[in-house]
């Protein structure tokens, strides 16, 4: 992909667990997306969107990756409608890191692709050789414990 080509492209995010104690499931055709969240959030807000996918860097740009990683993921927890929000390294390729995101509904997750401090990442990312990229959407129609 080369420098750039992620920030131009939109879409990064990924999902994280606040305090981990209650288990949500998604199963369409083609996938399942499994993650945890605190009790108290899930009795107030159930998932609509789930944003999932993976981000490989250049070995030599993996640091700063993390690093603007490690400072931008909290500001996005705070964020009206975020249930999850995570990123993390890959068991097998250290130079890929996954992630996954939970939204309240579409227009939180439009909010959080349109603010200043996104797309000011974003910019940032254009700093940062992507080698590969696959990031997905899903309509989430129910969800049960298992």
Known sequence: MGKGTFAKDGLFSGLTSRL??????????????HFVIEDNEMEKIAPSI????????DPRDREAF???LQAHVPRVRKKDGCIAYAFAADMLDPNV?????AWRDQKSLT???????????LKELGQIEIIERSVQ??????????
């Open 97 to 101: 890191v996954r992630m996954s995101e």
């Open 20 to 33: 981990p104690r209650r288990s949500l499931f998604y199963a369409s055709n083609s996938i399942q997306i």
């Open 50 to 57: 789930v944003v999932t996918g993976f981000v490989k860097v």
């Open 111 to 121: 909010a959080h692709l349109a603010d200043d401090e996104f797309q000011g990442v």
């Open 137 to 146: 959407r899903y309509d989430v129609s129910s969800v049960t414990d298992i």
């Open 66 to 68: 993390v690093k603007l």
